[in-house]
Nanobody, 115 residues
Framework: QVQLVESGGGLVQPGGSLRLSCAAS????????MAWYRQVPGGQRELVAA???????NYAGSVKGRFTISRDNGKNTIYLQMNSLKPEDTAVYSC?????????WGQGTQVTVSS
């Protein structure tokens, strides 16, 4: 079954850290660019970070220097290490892959940054 399953969200205080995971199955994971997006209620989905099959990364300006995307091809999993979290990072975070014309999304995981 082709799917993405996120985990690791939760409630954290400002300045804290969280690590999100996205486990992939049903396709050759190592071939594809993987990405994390986030969305707040009523807002547009925003690209947070992406990692190519060769390991090159890019980040949204708002998270650069605080978030790190990585991948483990042996585990078919990508990660998003989020440090120095801010209330404005509160959102549903989803992982994504474009399987050459088929957009695949995970179910999303809620991240809430609040004191």
């Amino acid at each position: 079954q082709v799917q993405l399953v996120e985990s690791g969200g939760g409630l954290v205080q400002p300045g804290g850290s969280l690590r999100l995971s996205c486990a992939a199955s049903g396709f050759v994971f190592s071939w594809y660019t993987m990405a994390w997006y986030r969305q707040v209620p009523g807002g547009q989905r925003e690209l947070v970070a992406a990692i190519t099959s060769s390991g090159s990364t890019n980040y949204a300006g708002s998270v650069k220097g605080r978030f790190t995307i990585s991948r483990d091809n042996g585990k078919n999993t990508i990660y998003l290490q989020m440090n120095s979290l801010k209330p404005e990072d509160t959102a549903v975070y989803s992982c994504h892959v474009d399987l050459r014309g088929l957009d695949l999304w995970g179910q999303g995981t809620q991240v809430t940054v609040s004191s």
